[in-house]
């Protein structure tokens, strides 16, 4: 018998192969040291049906859409939230989608975001937690930042591998502990560039539980004690790491959802699985990770299954 669908997936990737093609046109084929894994929206809605998540709200991950050509990038995201529009008209209980936009060209990023939202009607945008050599929080993105507080966006930051990271001869890959260190230097940027002040009605969600943000959550705050960061953050860093989203994919193990627990409410604690960068029994690993947890009550677990998505997601109520 197959399990109940009630879990609202908020890190759900799309693998096209037409995005995997255009990648591979200009020597791209793997994503942070892994390889593209082969997708269809057929086997994800399979895999779906099986681990009883009902929605999946879809996004292309790093490494996004630029690659030091702007115009390649803004038709590459055109070409990506259509084909996300489609999964979503097609399937439009089992489905919603995250718009990607050709940051760092701001100008386009604004069209593509009134495309995508008001002609697709995605339901939020992603963004990589840096793009070249600018982090999330970066002065240059203030009108993207502005537009999407005026609409109130869901913005869902997915870590990328940033420059000079192969620096450390290490032999792994990058995927599996720079994307972490990513995530907190964007949150502590958009923390200290004053962007989480400024713009208070963006909903941030962050990948992997914040990446080390929850552990480093005091260390973060002693910014607070240097001027020129301190008047940034008014209301004190604990305000601001509070109000933002975390999502569990790659994250439900006990060490990892305890640290998360003892800082963010579970009111903003959301479910993600990585598919299919993560495989379906890793993402099985992960449903029952959670489901065994013993620091949520059964109506937490809910509230981070579903209830938590559907409050950022109202459509999905229907």
Not at 48 to 66: C, E, F, L, N, W
Not at 99 to 118: H, Q, R, S
Not at 243 to 265: G, P, V
Request: glycine content about 6%; hydrophobic content about 40%; some cysteine.
């Amino acid at each position: 018998m197959s399990p109940e669908l009630k879990r609202i997936d908020v890190h759900h990737h799309i693998v096209p192969p037409e995005y995997v093609r255009a990648l591979a046109d200009v020597g791209i084929t793997e994503s942070a040291g892994i390889p593209f894994p082969g997708w269809s929206a057929e086997a994800a809605l399979d895999v779906m049906d099986r681990q009883g998540i009902k929605t999946a709200i879809t996004s292309i991950s790093y490494p996004g859409v630029y690659f030091g050509d702007l115009a390649f990038a803004r038709d590459l995201a055109r070409l990506c939230n259509e084909m996300s529009a489609r999964l979503v008209g097609d399937h439009p209980r089992r489905f919603g989608a995250f718009a990607v936009l050709p940051l760092p060209d701001v100008e386009a990023a604004l069209i593509e975001l009134e495309y995508a939202l008001d002609t697709l009607r995605l339901d939020g945008v992603t963004l990589l937690s840096s793009i070249g050599n600018e982090y999330l929080g970066s002065p240059s993105f203030e009108a993207l930042y502005s537009e999407l507080n005026r609409r109130r966006a869901v913005v869902f930051v997915h870590p990328a591998v940033p420059p000079g990271s192969d620096v450390p001869k290490l032999i792994l890959p990058p995927a599996l502990i720079e994307f972490t260190w990513d995530t907190t230097r964007a949150a502590t940027n958009l923390l200290f560039s004053g962007t989480l002040e400024r713009y208070p009605d963006i909903r941030f969600i962050l990948s992997h539980a914040g990446g080390t943000v929850p552990y480093l959550a005091w260390r973060i705050s002693l910014g607070e004690w240097l001027p020129a960061l301190g008047e940034r953050v008014p209301q004190g860093v604990m305000t601001y790491i509070k109000r933002l989203y975390y999502d569990t994919a790659l994250s439900t193990n006990k060490y990892t959802l305890r640290s998360l627990q003892e800082l963010i409410d579970v009111s903003h604690i959301l479910f993600g699985s990585d598919y299919p960068f993560l495989p379906e029994l890793a993402v099985a690993a992960t449903v029952s990770d959670l489901q065994s947890y013993d620091g949520f009550s059964a109506q937490d677990r809910g509230l981070v299954e579903c209830g938590n998505a559907l409050c950022l997601f109202p459509r999905l109520e229907q």
